[in-house]
T-cell receptor, first 113, second 113 residues
Framework: QKEVEQNSGPLSVPEGAIASLNCTYSDRGSQSFFWYRQYSGKSPELIMSIYSNGDKEDGRFTAQLNKASQYVSLLIRDSQPSDSATYLCAVNMVGQAGTALIFGKGTTLSVSS | DTAVSQTPKYLVTQMGNDKSIKCEQNLGHDTMYWYKQDSKKFLKIMFSYNNKELIINETVPNRFSPKSPDKAHLNLHINSLELGDSAVYFC????????????FGPGTRLLVL
């Protein structure tokens, strides 16, 4: 069973702090890695995508990928109350029938002002 | 401009009924998906279509039948609805199956009574 694991949280940080979200995956053949943010009652929206080992920065967000350890993380700097949401890690996995994104169960982030 | 749209947004129905959910994308993508998000917020792939052809069919009851009249549309028909079908159903699309970013529709909240 191919899996994506995340701590469900909640992860609570004060405004202005760094939030660190972690994700591990089981399929060594995975090539594409995504972080989605989902507000309550809304659809998932893409925050970051990363395809190669190392760091990728976009504004206050940094995604980190370590394929050897099968580990993806998302850092949110200067956290804001508006960052309070569920963060979903998604990894592509190739099966017999094709390629699909497998999602983790999400980490709930709460940023207090 | 709505990139991925779904109708209806809400669907309340009785057990045993048959219902359909429609999805349309105007992004020019070749691949479309149906996901189910249960009460615990776990987002799971149900089906994937590439250029109107079914490429992924996860373990989903036969009561669920996707249909793709063209590559911009993917509909989901559900027969003999059961209480356990209550969930949020998301349609998504991407330019390259499982590798590129998937864009999600607003979701259809289905409640079976």
């Amino acid at each position: 069973q191919k899996e994506v694991e995340q701590n469900s949280g909640p992860l609570s940080v004060p405004e202005g702090a760094i939030a660190s979200l972690n994700c591990t995956y089981s399929d060594r053949g995975s090539q594409s890695f995504f972080w989605y943010r989902q507000y309550s009652g809304k659809s998932p929206e893409l925050i970051m995508s990363i395809y190669s080992n190392g760091d990728k920065e976009d504004g206050r967000f940094t995604a980190q990928l370590n394929k050897a350890s099968q580990y993806v993380s998302l850092l949110i700097r200067d956290s804001q109350p508006s960052d309070s949401a569920t963060y979903l890690c998604a990894v592509n996995m190739v099966g017999q029938a094709g390629t699909a994104l497998i999602f983790g169960k999400g980490t709930t982030l709460s940023v207090s002002s | 401009d709505t990139a991925v749209s779904q109708t209806p947004k809400y669907l309340v129905t009785q057990m045993g009924n048959d219902k359909s959910i429609k999805c349309e994308q105007n992004l020019g993508h070749d691949t479309m998906y149906w996901y189910k998000q249960d009460s615990k917020k776990f987002l799971k792939i149900m089906f994937s279509y590439n250029n109107k052809e079914l490429i992924i069919n996860e373990t989903v009851p036969n009561r669920f039948s996707p249909k793709s009249p063209d590559k911009a549309h993917l509909n989901l028909h559900i027969n003999s609805l059961e209480l356990g079908d209550s969930a949020v159903y998301f349609c998504a699309s991407s330019s390259l199956a499982g590798v590129e970013t998937q864009y999600f529709g607003p979701g259809t909240r289905l409640l079976v009574l």
